[in-house]
Structures are given as C-alpha cells and as structure tokens.
C-alpha cells in the first residue's frame, strides 16, 4: 500500500514562489509514475504535471508551462513541485498521485494513490 504526503503550501503574493513536496511511502517510489492535481473552490480538481516512474519524461498542463516544473529526486525518494511567478489563480488545493503502472497522463482516474492535499494561496 502506498500513502503519499504532501508539504510545503502556503501564502504568497503573486510573483513568488513555493515548493511543493510529496513523501510515498511503501518501498515502491522508484517504480511509481506521480503527479500534481489542483482543485479551486467550486473547480473540479485539474491535472498540473506528470512525471514517469524514472523521472526523465513529464507533461505539464498549459496553463502552468514555464512556471512550474514536476521533478522526481531518486536519491530522497521525493516528489517537487517547482512553482515560480506564481498567481491568483493559482489558488487551490494541491494533491500529490501515483500509480504503478501508467504513463504520465493528466486524466485523475489513471492515479490509484492520493495524499491529502496542501493549501496554496497566491494574492494579488
């Protein structure tokens, strides 16, 4: 069974940054294909960036291209989430995926693991 749980939300203004972390537990991060969700109040939750199971191909939804960046560090077994210029509407919940065996897809339903979210709030 794999739990994830992520850190690193909170408060900005916009322009800044945030880091977000996710922490799989199980033994299996080496072979888990992760992403990053987003869900704004009354929003259904939205894909943001994939990474594959080796960390060398990922997938980042439009609207966070060339701000944000999804990497995978193999050595602490942690999953980032590098958000830069951050804004507004960048405001949401963010949730951290997994799965053992699918591609880095934006569809939620691929991902059989969440954790349960962290808060990021961006103000103008």
């Known amino acids: 069974q794999v739990q994830l749980q992520e850190s690193g939300g909170g408060s900005v203004q916009a322009g800044g940054s945030l880091r977000l972390s996710c922490r799989a537990s199980?033994?299996?991060?080496?072979?888990?294909?992760m992403g990053w969700f987003r869900q704004a109040p009354g929003r259904w939750r939205e894909f943001v960036a994939a990474?594959?199971?080796?960390?060398?191909?990922?997938h980042h939804a439009d609207p966070v291209k060339g701000r944000f960046t999804i990497s995978k560090d193999m050595a602490e077994e942690i999953l980032y989430l590098q958000m830069d210029n951050l804004k507004p509407e960048d405001t949401a919940v963010y949730y951290c995926?997994?799965?053992?065996?699918?591609?880095?897809?934006?569809?939620?339903?691929?991902?059989?693991?969440w954790g349960q979210g962290t808060q990021v709030t961006v103000s103008s």
């Open positions: 199980g033994g299996a991060f080496r072979t888990l294909t």
């Open positions: 995926a997994a799965d053992r065996t699918a591609l880095p897809t934006d569809t939620s339903s691929t991902y059989e693991y």
């Open positions: 990474v594959d199971w080796s960390g060398r191909r990922s």
